[in-house]
């Protein structure tokens, strides 16, 4: 058995529905196991947006300053997996401020160290330089991006 977990953040739910559209076929296979890890904030960036939230994340978002993140279900993120599927926005042109703070949290460190991670983007178009800025982080915690 492959235990495959999926890690996300979404705000309007696009993020996830491609993740799922992804893993789907996974999903029928006897043989994997497909878990979810929702990133969740502390305080949470709502949708729809207000104008001014919208403007006020630029900075945090594109200096890649974290935000305080719930204590994760430990039962999810404590066990090793043979594949990390990170779907992430682009907030910026940089990882949204969830995922970038799931990517510098201990738990992260731990989950992804020596995993092999696909990564997942939802966004319109404008995403490459925020690649480039997620295999920094993921190479911080040793990930194996594939
Ligand atoms: C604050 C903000 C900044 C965004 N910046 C970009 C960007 O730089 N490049 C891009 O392609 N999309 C950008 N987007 C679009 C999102 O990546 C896209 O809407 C994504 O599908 C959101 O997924 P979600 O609703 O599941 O969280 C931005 C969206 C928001 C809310």
């Known amino acids: 058995m492959k235990n495959v977990l999926v890690v996300y953040y979404t705000q309007s739910g696009q993020v996830v529905e491609i993740a799922q559209n992804v893993v789907r076929k996974l999903e029928k296979s006897s043989k994997i196991?497909?878990?979810y890890?929702?990133?969740k904030p502390v305080n949470n960036y709502n949708f729809p947006?207000?104008?001014d939230n919208?403007?006020?994340v630029f900075p945090e978002s594109f200096l890649q300053i974290p935000c305080k993140l719930?204590?994760?279900q430990p039962d999810v993120l404590t066990k090793?997996?043979?594949l990390v599927i990170?779907?992430?926005q682009i907030w910026y042109l940089t990882p949204s401020i969830p995922i970038n703070s799931f990517l510098k949290s201990d738990e992260a460190k731990v989950l992804l160290k020596d995993t092999p991670v696909i990564t997942v983007i939802g966004c319109r178009n404008m995403w490459i330089q925020a690649q480039e800025k997620m295999k920094v982080l993921l190479n911080k915690v040793q990930a194996k991006l594939v």
């Open 54 to 56: 919208f403007f006020d």
């Open 80 to 82: 090793k997996y043979d």
């Open 33 to 35: 196991h497909v878990s």
């Open 70 to 72: 719930e204590e994760p």
């Open 49 to 51: 947006w207000k104008k």
């Open 37 to 39: 890890h929702k990133v």
């Open 86 to 88: 990170l779907a992430y």
